[in-house]
């Protein structure tokens, strides 16, 4: 594939994410949904299912990032050229920018009626249940290293699991990591995720719509690239030492 080809599928693949991710929160949230109300398990197999197909939609073309942590973890341990990775970080982050936008304009009106400032932010970027930065640093750490350990092992060639499950089996680890990891700081794991929308939330007309909270926007973008970071260093030492016990 061309790189032109795998940027494009980058900007897809993250802009349906968000537009499906953005749209559960929407009709989980806003006060006017027939949805509001449908609790965190919706949430996160939600967002699985988001991941997954998109995933599905793009990963044939460009490996289905949609994570910039990912793919500077990628770069980093060799599994990608680093010559891709500046494109592929501005069409993630363009790509989750332009699906907020169109989760909001498919959700407007109810947008329009939420009373709640707090609200219209948090169905478009991550917030924490209890604002401690270092400690909500550790939580995107932690979560997005098992995501990249996860996915690494899922596509591990020793596994024997077919290309055609792969995406399937990510999507249930996003939802499995929302569920046990995500109660603290709403799991953004990825920082195309929190900084796409983010920006759409600042520059949208959305009425009554109050700051974006820009002093915790750090947080879901250092936490999902060191963690990213650490789970492939530790996934690869994991196979390096079990090889080498195993005498192969």
Not at 38 to 60: D, K, N
Not at 77 to 104: E, H, K, N, P
Not at 217 to 234: D, Q
Request: proline share 4%.
């Amino acid at each position: 594939m061309s790189a032109t080809a795998m940027y494009l599928a980058e900007f897809v693949g993250t802009a349906l994410l968000l537009l499906l991710g953005n749209g559960i929160n929407m009709t989980l949230s806003l006060g006017k949904s027939y949805g509001k109300g449908g609790g965190w398990s919706v949430t996160c197999i939600g967002w699985g299912m988001a991941v997954t197909m998109s995933a599905y939609l793009t990963g044939w073309v460009s490996g289905a990032h949609l994570n910039p942590a990912l793919s500077i973890a990628m770069v980093l341990s060799g599994r990608m050229d680093a010559s891709l990775l500046a494109g592929y970080i501005v069409a993630q982050v363009l790509g989750a920018m332009f699906g907020a936008t169109l989760a909001y304009l498919a959700y407007k009106n109810l947008m329009d009626e939420e009373e709640n400032a707090g609200t219209k932010l948090g169905v478009f970027a991550t917030g924490p249940a209890i604002d401690n930065k270092p400690w909500n640093l550790v939580t995107e750490i932690i979560g997005t290293a098992v995501l990249v350990i996860g996915i690494l092992a899922i596509g591990y060639g020793s596994n024997g699991v077919s290309g055609g499950i792969g995406p399937f089996l990510v999507g249930m680890l996003i939802c499995v990591i929302g569920m046990a990891l995500g109660g603290a700081t709403g799991f953004a794991i990825n920082p195309a995720r929190d900084l796409g929308p983010r920006i759409a939330h600042a520059i949208l007309p959305i009425k009554g719509k109050g700051g974006s909270n820009w002093q915790y926007s750090c947080v879901p973008i250092l936490g999902p690239i060191i963690g990213a970071v650490l789970g492939v260093v530790l996934f690869d030492l994991f196979v390096k030492v079990c090889v080498t016990c195993a005498g192969v």
